[in-house]
T-cell receptor
Framework: DVKVTQSSRYLVKRTGEKVFLECVQDMDHENMFWYRQDPGLGLRLIYFSYDVKMKEKGDIPEGYSVSREKKERFSLILESASTNQTSMYLC???????????FGEGSRLTVL | GENVEQHPSTLSVQEGDSAVIKCTYSDSASNYFPWYKQELGKGPQLIIDIRSNVGEKKDQRIAVTLNKTAKHFSLHITETQPEDSAVYFCAASPYGNNRLAFGKGNQVVVIP
């Protein structure tokens, strides 16, 4: 069964902390994505990657960076967390640009 | 970039009735239109998609219609069941899965 695993379901961090959100997929997918989900705003694309060490900005990349050192792993980094980054973060992967997106269960981040 | 509007935001239906969710998009170059279902505590899951070379697609109780001229597409669920209760997201993109623009989501409640 296909699987996208996000390492932390719930995190609480303080303003200014560096935060790492990890995502691993076991489907050998080329493409991986980080979305942010907020009530009333839907899903918004932060960054995506179509190959190892490759990344492209999505619609809301400010305040975030990403790392993809291995094909199966895509990390989202908040260099200095702020309260307006309190949100649900969803990782997804797909087989190229035409396959469906497979989502993880999400990581709910609270920044105090 | 692409902008997707989704209506209504909440929809309540009696079990056995039909539900229709409508989305409009802004970029005439968009050619891929998926629908995702998100159950409580889970990540979104693809339920049906359509490409711009067809006008309608069906899968059991679910169908999607596309009107390229008017730039809108709709999800139709017939004979609704309690397990259809969820948040539904429409999305559109000119680039396949890359840079999908999601709508804000519809909460569908099926009343037994």
């Amino acid at each position: 069964d296909v699987k996208v695993t996000q390492s932390s379901r719930y995190l609480v961090k303080r303003t200014g902390e560096k935060v790492f959100l990890e995502c691993v997929q076991d489907m050998d997918h080329e493409n991986m994505f980080w979305y942010r989900q907020d009530p009333g705003l839907g899903l918004r694309l932060i960054y995506f990657s179509y190959d190892v060490k490759m990344k492209e900005k999505g619609d809301i990349p400010e305040g975030y960076s990403v790392s993809r050192e291995k094909k199966e792993r895509f990390s989202l980094i908040l260099e200095s967390a702020s309260t307006n980054q309190t949100s649900m973060y969803l990782c997804a992967s797909s087989l190229g640009a035409t396959g469906e997106l497979f989502f993880g269960e999400g990581s709910r981040l609270t920044v105090l | 970039g692409e902008n997707v509007e989704q209506h209504p935001s909440t929809l309540s239906v009696q079990e056995g009735d039909s539900a229709v969710i409508k989305c409009t998009y802004s970029d005439s170059a968009s050619n891929y239109f998926p629908w995702y279902k998100q159950e409580l505590g889970k990540g979104p899951q693809l339920i049906i998609d359509i490409r711009s070379n067809v006008g309608e697609k069906k899968d059991q109780r679910i169908a999607v219609t596309l009107n390229k001229t008017a730039k809108h597409f709709s999800l139709h669920i017939t004979e609704t069941q309690p397990e259809d209760s969820a948040v539904y997201f429409c999305a559109a993109s000119p680039y396949g899965n890359n840079r999908l623009a999601f709508g804000k989501g519809n909460q569908v409640v099926v009343i037994p």
